[in-house]
């Protein structure tokens, strides 16, 4: 694709309920990065695939939260029993490869938990 | 923390005048980043300078970097309202990839 998307762009769900957050990267890009940002906040890194696995899982805030790749291209973001603070935007970026080339973000996917 | 650290947190220029951002990191890097975010939009990238460079120029941006002192600054040159964003220095630390906590700069037309 031209560039990387992610769906949906909004979710609202309620707590306690499951969410599945999506990303496509550009083809060709082996790194695949996931982020969070909170309201006026910096970004917080949360995990990077390099091709279909994760070196190192341990950015990610809670056992609730897992991620997988498949294909070496799509990755999903599951949150299990979302909380109140689990509202975030929740940026996906990508890379040729991991560290040395620039990353490329997505829109990003706004989660509101009520 | 393993984020790298810029500063100022926040900075007001009028518009034509230089602005300069820094970023102070802890551990050794192989290459930095800077990225750009416009309010409520996306990050785009701006430069990627490696270790073994001291200084790096895009259009008005030069970027330089001291490894001695584990920083590094921006400098937008005659620096336009379409500048005002938040700027983040950006690092690998392992398996990990870390944004600073950024600068927002607003310039003023």
């Known amino acids: 694709g031209a560039g990387v998307s992610q769906s949906p762009s909004n979710k609202v769900t309620e707590k306690g309920k499951d969410v599945e957050l999506r990303c496509d990267p550009i083809s060709g890009h082996t790194a695949l990065y996931w982020y969070r940002q909170s309201l006026g906040q910096g970004l917080e890194f949360l995990i990077y695939f390099q091709g279909n696995s994760a070196p190192d899982k341990s950015g990610l805030p809670s056992d609730r939260f897992s991620a997988e790749r498949t294909g070496g291209s799509v990755s999903t973001l599951t949150i299990q029993r979302t909380q109140q603070e689990d509202s975030a935007v929740y940026l996906c970026?990508?890379?040729?490869?991991?560290?040395?080339?620039?990353?490329?973000f997505g829109p990003g996917t706004r989660l509101t938990v009520l | 923390s393993q984020q790298g650290e810029e500063d100022p947190q926040a900075l007001s220029i009028q518009e034509g005048e230089n602005a300069t951002m820094n970023c102070s990191y802890k551990?050794?890097?192989?290459?930095l980043q800077w990225y750009r975010q416009n309010s409520g939009r996306g990050l785009v990238h701006l430069i990627l300078?490696?270790?073994?460079?001291r200084e790096k120029h895009s259009g008005r941006l030069r970027v330089t970097l001291d490894t001695s002192k584990k920083s590094s600054s921006l400098l937008i040159t005659a620096s336009r309202a379409a500048d005002t964003a938040s700027y983040f220095c950006a690092k690998a630390a392992g398996n990990q990839f870390y944004f600073g906590t950024g600068t927002s700069l607003t310039v003023i037309p």
């Open positions: 300078i490696r270790s073994n460079e």
């Open positions: 551990t050794s890097i192989n290459n």
């Open positions: 970026a990508s890379s040729l490869i991991f560290e040395a080339s620039e990353q490329f």
